[in-house]
Structures are given as structure tokens and as C-alpha cells.
């Protein structure tokens, strides 16, 4: 099974600072079943970035995917206070995997 | 606009059973696949388990916790998913989502909570 480990646990950062997100997979792992999800307090999780990189219609261009192999990572790159949220990133193989998490705070 | 709305949440004792129900609104229902998720209070996202389409073969898969004990079902006539829950005990308490899409969760519901408690 793999397992994805998230860091840091907590990002905090000031509006309009860069936020680096990053998801490491206990083996190597297609890009094109990684995803990225976005989850504000009290509401269901949102669907940001599917297929690693791919955002989808709707999101903010401020919200970017990349990586491969076992090293994916999301990056914000001007933060606003309306990304205060729990980030997960996931591999949705045959069967689904959910990272810990990465909470997001805004100074 | 799709919209996915679960229901059958409540109070449950250890041991007991709970049947939660998933209605389907704004997208062809009988083609996707579907999937619950649950997030146990204060912690992360866990997969419970999915139910491909009928003509993908319909078949069903559970992650390790909940295998044996829970079951998906889909009734395309209602565009309706089913999760009945049996022997529960206090580390099923979530909230648990609906969620279909593509390949991954391109749409999630609300969430009902489940509560398990003598």
C-alpha cells in the first residue's frame, strides 16, 4: 500500500508570500493518478489539481502542481487570505490514498 | 450543476448498524464510478471504499478497516448509492462523503456524521 507523508504539518505565511507544499509517496507513483485537494474549515474537501499538474476549471492559476516519481508538490504562489484551508494530496490508484495533510495559516 | 446529498447520518450504538444513502443530482449517474470518503473528527481524509458502473462491471472495492463490515451499493434507477454500515464500534465516527468523478473526486456531497456511542 502506499503511504503519502505531507510536509510541513503547518505553513504559516503572510498574503502574497509563496506557500510550497509537498507530498512524498512511499514508492513511486504515477503522476497521472496524483491529486491535490483543498478543504476550508467546515466545508467538504475541493478538487484543486488532478493528473499532478492539471488544475482544474475554476481554480485560481495561483495554485500549481508538479513533480513525479515520489516527490509531488503544490505551490501557491501569492497567497490570499481565502486559502486558509487543510491541503491533502491523494493517489487514486485501484484503490485510494490520502496524505495527512497540510494546514495553511495566514499571518 | 452537479450535487451530491447524503443522508442517514445519526447516533449509533457499538455494534449497531446504519445505512447512509447518497443522492445524485446534475450528472449522468449510471456512467461513473463512486466512491465514499470519511474524516473521523479533527483528522484527515480516509477512503472507505467505491462501486464502479454497472457497465464497467459494478463491482465493488473497501479499504482494510471497513472490509467485510461495510457495503456499496448503486441503484441507477434512483441515482442513488447506498453504504450500509454493520458492526460499528467508536473509530467509524465521521463524517462521511459521497464523492464521484472521473478518476478521482471531482465532486463531493455535504457529509452526513456518524456518531458511535453508548
Known amino acids: 500500500e502506499i503511504v503519502l507523508t505531507q510536509s510541513p504539518g503547518t505553513l504559516s505565511l503572510s498574503p502574497g508570500e509563496r506557500a510550497t507544499l509537498s507530498c512524498r509517496a512511499s514508492?513511486?507513483?504515477?503522476?497521472?493518478?496524483l491529486a491535490w485537494f483543498q478543504q476550508k474549515p467546515g466545508q467538504a474537501p475541493r478538487l484543486l489539481i488532478y493528473?499532478?499538474?492539471y488544475r482544474v476549471s475554476g481554480i485560481p492559476d495561483r495554485f500549481s502542481g508538479s513533480g513525479s516519481g515520489t516527490d509531488f508538490t503544490l505551490t501557491i504562489s501569492r497567497l490570499e487570505p481565502e486559502d486558509l484551508a487543510v491541503y491533502y494530496c491523494q493517489h487514486y490508484g485501484s484503490s485510494w490514498t490520502f496524505g495527512q495533510g497540510t494546514k495553511v495559516e495566514i499571518k | 450543476e452537479v450535487q451530491l446529498v447524503e443522508s442517514g447520518g445519526g447516533l449509533v450504538k457499538p455494534g449497531g448498524s446504519l445505512r447512509l444513502s447518497c443522492g445524485a443530482f446534475g450528472l449522468a449517474f449510471s456512467n461513473v464510478w463512486v466512491s465514499w470518503v470519511r474524516q473521523a473528527p479533527g483528522k484527515g481524509l480516509e477512503w472507505v471504499g467505491r462501486?464502479?458502473?454497472?457497465?464497467?462491471?459494478?463491482?465493488?472495492d473497501y479499504a482494510a478497516p471497513v472490509r467485510g463490515r461495510f457495503t456499496i451499493s448503486r441503484d441507477d434507477s434512483k441515482n442513488t448509492l447506498h453504504l450500509q454500515m454493520n458492526s460499528l464500534n467508536t473509530e467509524d465516527a465521521a463524517v462521511y462523503y459521497c464523492?464521484?468523478?472521473?478518476?478521482?473526486?471531482?465532486?463531493w456531497g455535504q457529509g452526513t456524521l456518524v456518531t458511535v456511542s453508548s
Open positions: 464523492t464521484s468523478g472521473g478518476g478521482t473526486a471531482d465532486y
Open positions: 514508492q513511486s507513483v504515477s503522476s497521472s493518478i
Open positions: 493528473g499532478a499538474s
Open positions: 462501486i464502479k458502473s454497472k457497465t464497467e462491471g459494478g463491482t465493488t
